[in-house]
């Protein structure tokens, strides 16, 4: 989304954020944990913010 900001994607990236915005926290939350449980990538990650809660 960063790269998005900067070039042609700047509109998508004002969508996103401007939906961003409208959420409530547990929105918010609840489409974090989505999308970390999504990454596989971010196994390591996810364990240790869980285990930090």
């Known amino acids: 989304m960063l790269?998005?900001?900067g070039g042609d994607g700047a509109?998508?990236?004002g969508q996103i954020l401007s939906a961003v915005d409208d959420m409530t926290e547990p929105q918010?939350?609840?489409a974090i944990g989505e999308v970390l449980a999504?990454?596989?990538d971010l196994s390591g990650f996810k364990?240790?913010?869980v285990?930090?809660?």
Do not use: F
């Open 38 to 40: 999504e990454t596989a």
């Open 47 to 49: 364990t240790h913010i």
């Open 3 to 5: 790269r998005a900001l």
């Open 51 to 53: 285990g930090s809660l």
């Open 28 to 30: 918010r939350a609840g």
């Open 11 to 13: 509109g998508l990236a």
